[in-house]
């Protein structure tokens, strides 16, 4: 459905509050995914006041709304889903009228509050649903520690309407306090200063001073604690998971020491993790100053917190300088992997980095093939257009990898000195500002690229183009190099699984090894399982890439394992290729339902939200 059907009044408002001789150099780019009437009115500042309820699975309380009004407007329109709205008081407290519009299953109603052009904060107050699509709500038995529940939040791409009645837009930023009421044994944290230590009462106070978009309002309720890592830094998890954490993660002060010499100072104060149980649905969410992740990256050998930097990148690319809309998301993502392969490649070394980067380009045709054979060509434009659906839905690798590989061009062109000191002044200027396409590229243009460089990197195929651009680099590793020479010795049959030389394999080894084999069959699974002892391996995304072999061959013997990992882990990114490929026989499809009926309950919306599609 196109939700233009749905708001027309909202456009009308738009155009014709603004008069002529007005200063527009507040306007925010059309968000074709937000009610809002943000540049009429935009809200500045939140103040939360919220009671955990665990009996019921819901939030209650009120939120004060501090806004602007730019043009004497008489409504102010926010974003909200599934809310129930008991009042809505001005300032002075008297109470004002409010309307609900038509309910949209993707965007959910818009909320009309009469206000005076005079007007500078109003009080929601309201009750979010148990089925709250932000919120995932745990029983004990979900957790590691099943003694107590555990909550927490994903807001991004446009489900915070769903916790707190807002302007759902990444171009809008705003700052917030909050108060947060839960049970006295648990904590609560926020994306704000947050408490390293539970209060006596259960209470919480929380502030952020920095504007910042809807998408990282972000809380989570639990039995957790916190260890330090460093000057700055450290982490929260449940008390089993602690010390295997700061293990994991005890380069995490040397990666924001690295970020701040190559894109300036760290803009946030501290940088914390915060561990989730299994069923957090992605690898991590960059919410500012709190990071959260799955502790599917905790592998026992750290070789999976490239994650970390990425998110940590995030506090530049993203939540510093933002996507103004959702169709120009790979601002925030390309950025923040070409980021995190720079900071990878300062703590880890080069060849470290090299693997990761070919890996991302393996996974990168992939997706474009993918796409492509959708016919789904238009998605694997770095500039997207998601008007009218769920910009959840085209969210892709595109975003991330192309938008990754197109920097690293850019930075080829004009040589890493320039494209660092070029990237440093950008996000200083533009920090706390929302970022588009057109005008990055005019930035570019402006600031960096010579007309010759400019040819040189062909701004529009990437941007506007198709897949993947004939000028793109091709990444080169010598040590998936080796790996290469293996599995072509494999595939033809010119050697046994146990005639493999594996010395000094790491997870990035073995990742391009799976990804590489073809022409499987009944034999060559059980040997490779066998030697190997993948059916068995605890490193989560060498599970998947093996499962994905398991289900194509039908390799029966690993199902019982593969039905243990659809049902403890949550992570969309694993689910979705595994039931995908389930989904392809009707054998395997019906077992697929059999596990996922048990394992959705312990899905966060976001992942069964998709698995509901590939299943039906
Ligand atoms: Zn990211």
Known sequence: MNKYFLIPSVIVFTFLGCSKNQDKSHFLSNDSHSYANFNDVRISHLNLDLTVDFQQNILDGKVDISIINYTNAKQLILDSKDLTIHKVLLEDSTKTPFTLGDHSETFGQPLVVDIKPTTKMVSVYYTTSPDAEALQWLTPEQTLGKKYPFLFSQSQAILARSWVPCQDGPGVKFTYDATIKTDSNLIALMSAENSTSKSDNGAYTFKMN??????????????????????????????????????????????????????????????????????????????????????????????????????????????????????????????????EQRIMEKIFGKPYEEMLTKLGMGELEATIEKLQNEGNSDDTHLYLDLDGRNPDDGLTDVAYEKGRFFLQKAESVVGRKRFDSFLKNYFTDNKFKPMNTERFIAELNNHLLSPEEEQAINIYAWVYGPGLPDNALVPYSEELDRVEGVIAEYNNNRIKAKDIDITGYTTHHWLYFLRGLKGLDSTKMLELDQNFKFTQTGNSEIACDWFKHCIDNQYETAFPALSDFLTKVGRRKFLTPLYSRLAKTPKNKAWAKEVYQIARKGYHSVSYNTIDEVLK
Do not use: C
């Open 210 to 339: 920095q504007p910042i978009s809807s998408y990282l309002l972000a809380l989570t309720v639990g039995d957790l604690e916190f260890a330090s890592t460093g000057r700055n830094s450290g982490v929260y998890a449940e008390p089993a998971m602690l010390e295997k954490s700061v293990w994991e993660l005890n380069t995490m002060q040397s990666m924001i020491d690295s970020a701040e010499q190559l894109y300036g100072p760290y803009a946030w104060d501290r940088y914390d993790v915060v561990i989730l149980p299994p069923s957090f649905p992605f690898g991590g969410m960059e919410n500012p100053r709190l990071t959260f992740a799955t502790p599917t990256i905790i592998a026992g050998d750290r070789s999976l917190v490239a994650l970390i930097a990425h998110e940590l990148a995030h506090s530049w690319s993203g939540n510093l300088v933002t996507n103004e809309t959702w169709n120009d998301f790979w601002l925030n993502e390309g950025f923040t992997v070409y980021f």
